[in-house]
């Protein structure tokens, strides 16, 4: 698929989908992005993409997990601002949101309310034990206290709207088993109350590696601007990130990820682009220099009608507020019905 405009949807809404009461839904999955840094091109092709590109076949939430960016050290001005770009660019990757759902964490108060019903289920072992918490608290001078609760928060997330699927990475894997264990335990102790939910790995989905260190995933802390290619970065900028890509020894062109991971990173993106294998694109390029054009025009394919809908939206960011704003509105019935559920269940009087 070679994308000519800026919308990631492939399939026209079917008739009659979506809303119609409980029950009769269709499938529901939830995402959640968490505005700490600029999205780059593995957000999009490992996580927007495939997650805009069903919203006509399941019902799809996407919230901007701003509580979830207060974990760390943070800016309060750069979380705004991330924030409100991040919601643009979904809304420019072709996120519809007269059929999806669209809205900041932090505007829905019933995740809040829910995370401390469930830090009542949880143990702090069960906590303590996961291995992003054990990584990134040994990073930190002073951890703090919501770092250890994080996979809490992101349980009552996916909880609190009875999600059926969650499209994770291998990296979110655990806090997904997580949210699972909990809904057990409290449907058990206290009465079914949560849809329990599932993983979903997408149909299609990428593996993107830093440009300069293959290695690595691209864009995680600690891999590099330069081998990083953001969704807003400027035509020349991803020219020059792509042109600088590292390369592996060698002089023709072939797909072994094992042996020559720089190369396959570069086709692999490629194939994510237009289309195809990467083992068969491989074959219509003689050298590491074609191939790099051919990367470099098919990355700009992709995101320049993507960034255009973004400088169009930005123009006007009251019309994202109203989205934002409308969005946490028609989340608010459902996820007050399910606060209300988890109250009554745990033994509170309402
Ligand atoms: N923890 C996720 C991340 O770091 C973001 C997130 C928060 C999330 N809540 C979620 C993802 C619920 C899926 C479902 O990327």
Redesign the pocket.
């Known amino acids: 698929m070679t994308p000519t405009t800026a919308t990631l949807t492939t399939n026209p809404a079917p008739a009659g989908a979506g809303g119609g009461p409980a029950g009769a839904r269709g499938i529901r999955r ?5 505005p700490t840094g600029h999205l780059h091109l593995g957000n999009l092709l490992g ?1 927007i993409r495939p997650i805009v590109g069903t919203q006509y076949r399941a019902e799809t939430i996407v ?1 901007l ?1 701003d509580l ?1 960016a207060l974990t760390v050290p943070h800016e309060p001005a750069r979380v705004r601002a991330l924030t409100l770009e991040q919601a643009t660019l979904m809304l420019a990757t072709g996120l519809d949101p007269d059929r999806s759902l669209l809205y900041v ?1 932090s505007q829905l108060p019933q995740h809040t309310e829910l995370h401390y019903l469930l830090e009542c289920t949880t143990g702090y072992g069960e906590a303590h034990r996961m291995i992003q918490f054990r990584e990134k608290s040994t990073a930190e001078q002073q951890v703090r206290l919501s770092l250890l609760s ?2 809490v ?2 349980a009552a ?2 909880l609190l709207h009875d ?1 059926d699927e ?4 291998n ?2 894997n655990q ?2 088993e997580l949210a699972r264990a909990v809904a057990g335990r409290f449907n058990a102790q206290y009465g079914q109350t949560f849809t329990m939910p599932r993983a979903a790995l997408p149909e299609v989905s990428p593996r993107v590696m830093d440009l300069s260190d293959p290695a690595r995933k691209m864009g995680k802390t600690g891999s590099s601007d330069a081998g990083t290619i953001f969704l807003l970065d400027p035509p020349e900028v991803i020219r020059r990130k792509v042109q600088r890509a590292v390369t592996d020894p060698g002089r023709t062109v072939g797909y072994d990820p094992r042996r020559r991971p720089g190369v396959a990173n570069l086709l692999e993106i490629l194939a994510a682009c237009v289309g195809g294998s990467p083992t068969g694109l491989a074959a219509d390029y003689r050298s590491y220099a074609q191939l790099k054009g051919a990367v470099v025009e098919a990355v700009e394919g992709l995101l320049r009608p993507i960034r255009l809908r973004h400088t169009e939206l930005a123009r006007d960011p009251g019309y994202v507020r109203r989205v934002l704003a409308d969005g946490a509105e028609r989340a608010r019935e459902g996820a007050e019905d399910t606060v209300y559920r988890a109250k009554r269940a745990i033994g509170l009087l309402c």
């Open positions: 939830l995402t959640g992005l968490k996580a919230f997990a979830h964490q994080y996979p928060l992101m997330d996916i999600t969650v499209p994770v990475g990296d979110q806090h997904l």
